[in-house]
């Protein structure tokens, strides 16, 4: 019923930047938060920012100054522009999205399937 496409992975040496993209598409009825988690092997996968859809924002400290989400709800998408990329910020980037359909009006959380970022020179 609903499905979430990023892109815009991939390898960069240190302090470069990426973006990412997921659109989310289907039998949707509403969105509400939406955001990006990212998991290193071996780890955890853990919250790198969230958006709302009024436009609020939450970020994980170590990312602060450096990544900035954003959405376009007319598009049903949102995005992270990574700047000053370290080898840290390695990992799969996972977004997901707090989305209510059309068959049954609830919130649902679903996820994407995932895009590699690799920082390294």
């Known amino acids: 019923q609903v499905q979430l496409v990023e892109s815009g992975g991939g390898l960069v040496q240190p302090g470069g930047s990426l973006r990412l993209s997921c659109a989310a598409s289907?039998?949707?009825?509403?969105?509400?938060?939406m955001g990006w988690y990212r998991q290193a092997p071996g780890k955890q996968r853990d919250l790198v920012a969230a958006?709302?859809?009024?436009?609020?924002?939450n970020y994980a400290d170590s990312v602060k100054g450096r990544f900035t989400i954003s959405r376009d709800n007319a598009k049903n998408t949102v995005y992270l522009q990574m700047n000053s990329l370290k080898p840290e910020d390695t990992a799969v980037y996972y977004c997901?999205?707090?989305?209510?359909?059309?068959?049954?009006?609830?919130?649902?959380?679903?996820w994407g399937q995932g895009t590699q970022v690799t920082v390294s020179s």
């Open positions: 289907g039998s949707i009825f509403s969105i509400n938060a």
């Open positions: 958006i709302t859809s009024g436009g609020s924002t």
């Open positions: 997901y999205a707090d989305i209510a359909v059309y068959s049954d009006y609830r919130m649902y959380d679903y």
